[in-house]
DNA sequence: ACTATACATGCAAATATTATTATATTTTTA
DNA sequence: TAAAAATATAATAATATTTGCATGTATAGT
């Protein structure tokens, strides 16, 4: 199990929109490096750097067969933040009852060594 | 809604080891900034960097009490990422029956204008 | 009015990330 | 065995992020 140091991490490799692509491709199913160059319009070099990033997390490796490097995804958490990347959130979160703007409200909160 | 592009920045901005500690806190309730000091090994102006970025994307909110501010979550994004965060992962995704290693192995993908 | 408290802001320094370019490695094909 | 295809690596430059520090603002208490 990875720690959450480490899921935070990881949270910031897959935070970039390259990468995300990437994932969202292998979502689908294997892919090698020239194939991304395709759809992605980066280089090839700039791919198979954020490639060997995302494969140095352990969020995904690869195959070979012959000179080509089949990619695909090994990390569970790719299906489910990605999954919560394409939901629909229409509601914010309810708000605490506390604390109006306008009138004087009452911090609800313990501040244990604070005056006031 | 949020365009994708605009959720891959939200990760970004969540994807730090004090903004998450900060999402966790308010996840239990209403916090406000000297609160966030007492466990956070930070600055306060490091705390408020921190919180004005989180409130820059939306995902938090604040109300003024007095000389407080009492901030809260506000967008739905967060309890669910912060859910994968905490979920134990155990295995790995199934590999995908595709080019072994050692034997020569086919690469499934079509690969339109590719040679070879 | 003065002082302390709670918090924010602005700026500079340190650090990390990203893309670019050139080059290297490996494998297949001719 | 030489050329090409597929991919990786390394070095660099451009840019973004993060922090620390000094200062600023608003509110509350005296």
Known sequence: MRSL????????????PVRIRILEELLKGVKCVSDFEDFLEISQPNASQHLSLLRRYGL?????DGR???YFLRDPIVPDLLAILGKEY?????????????KKGKYPGVRPGKKT
């Open 90 to 102: 229409q509601e914010e979160l309810p708000a605490p009852p506390c604390c109006p703007v306008t």
């Open 68 to 70: 080509l490097r089949c």
């Open 5 to 16: 140091g480490n899921k935070i991490e990881v949270l910031k490799v897959i935070a970039h």
């Open 60 to 64: 995904i490796d690869y195959y070979m």
